[in-house]
C-alpha cells in the first residue's frame, strides 16, 4: 500500500474539521458575543530512513537526514476571546461587558455557568435572566410595578417604582474572569464552565481589578470576520481538493503496478 494514500487521508481529514470549524463561525456571525473559534495543527510522526549527523563512510557524516512525515491532525480549537463590536439597542435588559470578564449565571440544575451574552429579561417572578432562563448571579429581583431599571458600569441594579423616583438597589450582577478565557468549556448557547485549563473562576466587581465595565442598552456583536473566513474557507476547500488529487494519483499508482502483472 502506497504511504501517500494514508498521508493524503489525514490531510482531507484535517482539512474537512478544518471545514466544519469555518461553516461554524460564518453561521454564528449574527450570535451576539459568539468568539471565533480556530483549530491548531500539527505534523504526525515521521519514519526515519536515515538520522542527520550519521556516518556516510568512515570520515564524513550526513549534513540532512532522511524522513517522510505520515500526514497531518488537528490537535486542538482556539477560542478567538477578543471583543466584538458594542452596539447599542435601546433595551433598558441589555448588558455588554467592555473588556475582560464574564457574566456568571446559574443554570437550571444549580451549576454555575459564565457567558459574555448580555442579553437579558425579566422572568415572571422578576429574576434577571438570559434568553435560556438562566437566571443572572447576583442581580437580585426587580418587582412587577418597577418603572425603570438601571445598570451602572460596576454592574449595579436599581428600579424605580411609580410615584417614587428614589432608586432601589436590587443587586449587583456577579462578574468573573479567567487566568486562561481558552480553555474554558462551551456549553452551547454562549454558556462556559471551568476546566483545569481555564482556572477557577476569580470573582471581581466589574470595572475593578482588570474587570470589564458593564454597559446597559448596549450588546456585544460577534468577533467573527465574515470576509476573512470566506477566505480561509476558500483555502480550505482548495487545501482539499489537492489531497483528493493525491488519492487520485497513488490510485493511479497502484491500477499501473498491478496492470503489469497482466
Given at each position: 500500500m502506497?504511504?501517500?494514500?494514508?498521508?493524503?487521508?489525514?490531510?482531507?481529514?484535517?482539512?474537512?474539521f478544518?471545514?466544519?470549524?469555518?461553516t461554524?463561525?460564518?453561521?454564528?456571525?449574527?450570535?451576539?458575543?459568539?468568539?471565533?473559534?480556530?483549530p491548531?495543527?500539527?505534523?504526525?510522526?515521521?519514519?526515519?530512513?536515515?538520522?542527520?549527523?550519521?556516518?556516510?563512510?568512515?570520515?564524513n557524516?550526513?549534513?540532512?537526514?532522511?524522513?517522510?512525515?505520515?500526514?497531518?491532525?488537528?490537535?486542538?480549537?482556539?477560542?478567538?476571546?477578543?471583543?466584538?463590536?458594542?452596539?447599542?439597542?435601546g433595551?433598558?435588559?441589555?448588558?455588554?461587558?467592555?473588556?475582560?470578564?464574564?457574566?456568571?449565571?446559574?443554570?437550571?440544575?444549580?451549576?454555575?455557568?459564565?457567558?459574555?451574552?448580555?442579553?437579558?429579561?425579566?422572568?415572571?417572578?422578576?429574576q434577571?435572566?438570559?434568553?435560556?432562563?438562566?437566571?443572572?448571579?447576583?442581580?437580585?429581583?426587580?418587582?412587577?410595578?418597577?418603572?425603570?431599571?438601571?445598570?451602572?458600569?460596576?454592574?449595579?441594579?436599581?428600579?424605580?417604582?411609580?410615584?417614587?423616583q428614589?432608586?432601589?438597589?436590587?443587586?449587583?450582577?456577579?462578574?468573573?474572569?479567567?487566568?486562561?478565557?481558552?480553555?474554558?468549556?462551551?456549553?452551547?448557547?454562549?454558556?462556559?464552565?471551568p476546566?483545569?485549563?481555564?482556572g477557577?473562576?476569580?470573582?471581581?466587581?466589574?470595572?475593578?481589578n482588570?474587570?470589564?465595565?458593564?454597559?446597559?442598552?448596549?450588546?456585544?456583536?460577534?468577533?467573527?470576520?465574515?470576509?476573512?473566513?470566506?477566505?480561509?474557507?476558500?483555502?480550505?476547500?482548495?487545501?482539499?481538493?489537492?489531497?483528493?488529487?493525491?488519492?487520485?494519483?497513488?490510485?493511479?499508482?497502484?491500477?499501473?503496478?498491478?496492470?503489469?502483472?497482466?
Amino acid at each position: 500500500m502506497l504511504r501517500s494514500l494514508w498521508i493524503a487521508k489525514t490531510g482531507m481529514d484535517a482539512e474537512q474539521f478544518n471545514l466544519d470549524v469555518i461553516t461554524n463561525n460564518l453561521a454564528n456571525s449574527q450570535t451576539t458575543a459568539f468568539k471565533r473559534v480556530q483549530p491548531m495543527f500539527q505534523d504526525l510522526l515521521y519514519t526515519t530512513l536515515r538520522t542527520a549527523g550519521s556516518a556516510s563512510n568512515a570520515q564524513n557524516l550526513l549534513p540532512t537526514g532522511l524522513q517522510i512525515g505520515a500526514g497531518a491532525a488537528v490537535t486542538s480549537t482556539e477560542r478567538n476571546n477578543i471583543q466584538g463590536t458594542l452596539i447599542q439597542t435601546g433595551n433598558q435588559l441589555d448588558v455588554a461587558i467592555q473588556g475582560n470578564g464574564f457574566f456568571q449565571i446559574q443554570l437550571a440544575d444549580g451549576t454555575l455557568a459564565y457567558t459574555r451574552n448580555g442579553q437579558f429579561s425579566k422572568s415572571a417572578t422578576g429574576q434577571i435572566v438570559t434568553q435560556s432562563g438562566n437566571v443572572v448571579a447576583g442581580a437580585g429581583v426587580i418587582p412587577a410595578n418597577a418603572t425603570s431599571i438601571t445598570i451602572n458600569q460596576a454592574g449595579l441594579v436599581q428600579y424605580t417604582l411609580q410615584g417614587n423616583q428614589t432608586a432601589i438597589q436590587a443587586g449587583q450582577i456577579t462578574m468573573a474572569n479567567f487566568v486562561n478565557p481558552a480553555g474554558l468549556f462551551a456549553l452551547g448557547g454562549g454558556n462556559f464552565i471551568p476546566t483545569p485549563a481555564s482556572g477557577t473562576a476569580q470573582n471581581n466587581i466589574a470595572g475593578t481589578n482588570g474587570m470589564g465595565t458593564t454597559n446597559q442598552y448596549y450588546i456585544e456583536q460577534s468577533n467573527v470576520n465574515v470576509a476573512e473566513e470566506l477566505v480561509n474557507l476558500i483555502a480550505a476547500q482548495r487545501a482539499y481538493e489537492i489531497n483528493t488529487r493525491a488519492v487520485t494519483a497513488s490510485d493511479q499508482i497502484l491500477q499501473r503496478v498491478s496492470n503489469m502483472g497482466q
